[in-house]
Each structure stands twice: as structure tokens, then as C-alpha cells.
């Protein structure tokens, strides 16, 4: 995944530090570390996004997110150091990414809750064997929605499936909540069907799309999401 790399002005850097050290779990040689520009614009990354968090969030969901990442920091570092060799300044460096990144899906995925009109919204799979998640997010044209459907095996972590691309609802009045949202591939036009009835989307994907190989064996995106509100 491509990175984007800046630097950030020296007091604003302060100030980042400052609010993410009483939180993240920091290696010991951080500022020894910080001279490398690598690591340090992975820092500074993760460091904004939690700035971004924390104006978003409110204060116990910022509590939640900054303690979840403390604790994934830390296993994601041990992992690294001690299964694939990484030198300390390496495994943080790539958990700051992995942070970033998840953090900005998170910040995603609160927007979505604040901003549920139409289909648009986070969708939670009611599932008991996956975890997954349905996001639809309006486009530029009428009735077109960006999509992004994941189920991850609750049993095995590594086993899992995402699909994303275009969506366009038909059928049924909007105030309703009902209608229809086909979503195709370039061999599928009808790979996977989003009904909705009230706050619930249920998915259906094609016995083609089931064959094709997309998703991890035994991994499913059928079933009924519930969308979340804030």
C-alpha cells in the first residue's frame, strides 16, 4: 500500500507527542528513533490521526480507541520482533501504519453512523459465524452508492472475505426503506443483491460470485446486516 510521507512543523510535533505518550505505548528509544525520517512520518501519521480522534470522538469513545490501540501496538510489535525478525524501530514503524490506517476507518465508519440517511450507513452482520460489516456511502448520482461488504470467520482470523464497488438502488420510495441495490464485477452484473427493509440490508450474492474464488474458502457475505446510528 502506497504511503503518503511529510513532515510536520516542529511545535506541532511537540504537541502531537505530548498527547499521544501518556497513551500509546512507546519503545523506549522513541526519540533516538524519531531521527529516522521513515519512522518518523510514521509517527507523526498515527499521531494525527489520533488528534483527528479525538476532536471526532466523544471522550469515552476516545478512551476506548486509545486503549484498544495501546494493546494492539503492543501485540503487533512482539509479533513482529520475535516471529519476523523486525529490529524494535521497524515493528513500531509498521504498527504506527497499521494504526493509522485503522483508525481512519474507524473515524469512516462514525460517519456513517452520524450521517445514516437514505441506504447510507455502517451495517453490522448479525452472524454467529462471522464478524463482518455493510458500508454504503452516497455517490455524486442519484441512487449510486459506494459499497464495501467484510465477513471475517470468527473461528480462524486469517479466513476471511471484502468486496467493494458500485452500487445503484432501485425499487421502492427512500422514506420507506425498501428497495433493492445490485452491485456488480466485470464477469457478474448481479454478483451481489442488497434488500433492504427498514434498518436491515440483507445481502445475497450469485452462485457465480459464490464459485469465483473472491473469498476465503468457507467464507460468506450472505446474510442480514442491521444498521448502527449514533
Known sequence: MKKHFFMLPALACAVLLCSVSASAALPGNHEEYMKNESYKSAFDQFALGMEEAKDRLTPDEYEALEKEGDELIASWVKVDMEESGYTEA????????????????????????????????FYRLKNATFDGYLTLEKGDEDDLYAVEIEAVMKSDSQNSGHFSGPGKLS??????RTGKMTVPTDDDDNAVTITFDGETAKVETSQAFKESGWLGAG??????YVREKK
Open 90 to 121: 521497524d515493528a513500531y514503524e509498521t504498527a504506527y501504519w497499521t494504526r493509522y490506517e485503522q483508525i481512519g476507518r474507524e473515524l469512516r465508519w462514525d460517519w456513517l453512523r452520524k450521517n445514516a440517511e437514505d441506504a447510507q450507513g
Open 171 to 176: 425499487g421502492g420510495p427512500r422514506d420507506a
Open 219 to 224: 467464507v460468506s457475505l450472505d446474510g442480514e
